[in-house]
């Protein structure tokens, strides 16, 4: 595989997510946000062609401000300029900021060329949390993609072949293709280009690992033995818990996993852990589940059985076992140390649930 120096993305809709747009423009425009959306889009693309066409120019901006006029006449100003102005701050895709960090470790330069003038790049960038090395605008040329000048400008940044053109637009590849380009079509379900890209993924945490190949010796499977369990966590009373999977300890981004113990007839306080999903597993002993805003509904589980608490559910975990340790393996949705202890009386008598799916009945 060739080696690049310099990986270039398109912005809108490569490293921007514009999925979440109609949800914006719902609140300003109602139920026609999402046919909207796709007419604007493809007038500010028609327009750009138009000006390349008549080899005339006008700044994109005003471009994206003039699609919307032509295919929405009847907007109000105010709301007119409201709605240009959401394409300024829209998000990253989820695994934009982690793919760009993992190719400037591995020696990539990375940078964006973008129909946008370099205001609204550098301010959807900063929104985003993206962050990359340099910056290129259709703007400085006075003309837009496909037009070989525009892709001509990362040659200042690097030679033609070390360079990587990442698009998730079907004609934009087709342009850098025809200008001799190497290219990574990255396929969201639009229109494919007509021209073979260099490379074809889904995403860029996929493109990630082909330019920028992690250290799976240091960055791979990670065993983290019993007698290396940090029990540096947040404790509830009656509860001893020790974390396995981590950040610092696995290197894990998503997830956090552990041991929990409870000793003989033992109950812990009332608590819950935010918006995080927690998962535990009974390994040893039967574990006596309440919860409800007033601990109020109870189930129980042995060995081999699955607890699910969702989030924010006030919940207390109950040793069950008078002469038993009752011991739990528990995997959290995230890495926040979430654990608020609440204030709960835990002497009223429960209501008994029972955990039976449609299949496995009682």
Known sequence: MARYSLVAFDLYGTVIDLTGLPSRLSGLLGGEAVSLLADWRRMQLELTWE???????????????????????????????????????????????????????????????????????????????????????????????????????????????????????????????????????????????????????????????????????????????????????????????AAAITTASAGARKLWAGTVVIQPDARTGAHHHGDLESVLYVVRGRARMRWGDHLEHAAEAGPGDFIYVPPFVPHQEINAQPGEELECVVIRSGQDPVVVNLDLPTDEPPDEVRWIDPIHRQ
């Open 51 to 241: 000006l390349n066409e008549r080899g005339e120019y006008e700044a994109f901006d005003r471009v994206t401000a003039r699609a919307l006029a032509r295919v929405a006449p009847e907007i109000e100003p105010h709301v007119h300029a409201r709605l240009v102005d959401q394409w300024l701050t829209l998000p990253a895709y989820p695994d934009a900021v982690a793919a760009l960090e993992q190719m400037s470790a591995a020696g990539l330069r990375t940078a964006v060329l973008s129909n946008g003038t370099r205001p609204m790049i550098e301010c959807v960038l900063q929104a985003a949390g993206a962050v990359v090395d340099s910056v290129r605008s259709a703007d400085q040329v006075r003309v837009y993609k496909t037009d070989p000048r525009v892709y001509a400008m990362l040659d200042e940044l690097a030679p033609c072949g070390e360079t990587l053109y990442v698009s998730a637009n079907g004609w934009d590849i087709d342009g850098a293709v025809r200008d001799g380009r190497a290219t990574c079509w990255i396929d969201r379900g639009s229109a494919p280009p007509g021209l073979a890209p260099t490379f074809h993924v889904h995403s860029l945490a996929e493109l990630a690992v082909i330019v920028a190949p992690p250290d799976w010796k240091a960055r791979g499977v990670r065993v983290v033995r019993g007698g290396e369990l940090d029990p540096n966590t947040p404790q509830t009373p009656g509860m001893n818990r």
